[in-house]
């Protein structure tokens, strides 16, 4: 995929997010409607920036119905031999929310795309699109914990992904989060786990991660950090 499709799918991204809340009834005004995520993840290995909007276009969002996904990131990870190669991935997927009490679940399956400025004597090298699934699930254990669970699978090199986080809300405003994330693709596993806290202000959601990760090759420092915010 060119770089300038990419610059199109983050302005794809902004848009969502931002569109007109229009079409919406009285009794649901005060639901949300959009999500918009962006943040960095950082390790001994990769260095990553990214950005994505969840659209709940039937409904809020803690409400059962459609779901459209997009999804964009770029940054660059280290070779065995140390040189770092400069990617480029994004994904836009459709699904359904599922809700039964305080547990819920969301499926999509929809299509991505990667681009590694490596040499062709790399597994991977150049732009690949394909397949993408991806489910995502959440359950509130008490008025304090959420539990969160993700799994995912693209054919685009044949990644299979996955992560489990838990957050405690220690105040209105500061919680406590840990996580334990992980991938697996044709170049082998990745894995990271750490722990942070979490913060609400202004209606934005933040939250900051640290640990450790790895992969064959290396163990080190990872840092996440992410903002959310709903409308």
Do not use: C, N
Not at 73 to 102: C, E, I, N, R, S
Request: charged residues 20%; proline residues 3%.
């Amino acid at each position: 995929m060119p770089r300038k499709y990419w610059g199109a799918l983050h302005a794809a991204i902004v848009f969502i997010a931002f569109m007109p809340e229009t079409g919406t009834s009285a009794a649901m005004a005060d639901d949300s409607l959009h999500d918009l995520f962006f943040g960095t993840d950082l390790s001994v290995t990769s260095r990553f920036v990214y950005s994505g909007a969840v659209l709940a276009p039937m409904g809020g969002l803690d409400q059962p119905g459609l779901r459209i996904r997009a999804y964009g990131g770029a940054g660059d990870y280290k070779l065995d031999d140390g040189t770092w190669v400069d990617k480029q991935a994004g994904h836009l997927l459709a699904g359904w929310a599922f809700w039964h009490g305080d547990l819920g679940v969301t499926v999509y399956a929809g299509v991505a795309a990667e681009r590694h400025d490596a040499p062709t004597t790399q597994s991977k090298h150049g732009t690949k699109t394909g397949a993408s699934v991806l489910a995502e699930g959440w359950w509130r254990v008490d008025p304090q914990t959420v539990l969160s669970a993700t799994a995912g699978y693209s054919d685009v090199y044949e990644t299979v992904s996955g992560r489990i986080g838990v957050t405690r809300e220690v105040t209105d405003r500061w919680g406590l989060i840990a996580e334990v994330r992980g991938s697996d693709d044709i170049d082998g596993p990745y894995w990271a786990a750490g722990a942070g806290i979490t913060t609400r202000a202004y209606g934005l959601d933040a939250a900051v991660i640290a640990g450790a990760s790895g992969d064959d090759d290396d163990t080190g420092f990872s840092l996440r950090a992410e903002i959310r915010m709903r409308r």
